[in-house]
């Protein structure tokens, strides 16, 4: 909590690449902070995959080119 007003949601994980990155939200209420939470956890997880999965298609095309 924030302040009487105000929940901040925080979310820490390492992006495709390795790298640390943070996400924040924020709610009026602790309920609609964890809903808003879960959403975006799900949805930064749904990314990085997808992220992985195209770095993989490029990195396995780019070592067919080179053979």
Not at 18 to 23: C, D, L, Q
Not at 41 to 55: P, T
């Amino acid at each position: 909590m924030i302040n009487d007003h105000l929940y901040e949601g925080r979310y820490s994980l390492r992006n495709a690449y390795g790298k640390r990155e943070s996400h924040n939200i924020y709610a009026k209420t602790r309920e609609e902070c964890e809903e808003k939470l879960a959403a975006m956890i799900a949805q930064v997880k749904a990314d990085i995959k997808a992220e992985k999965e195209r770095l993989k298609t490029v990195n396995e095309s780019f070592s067919l080119d080179i053979r």
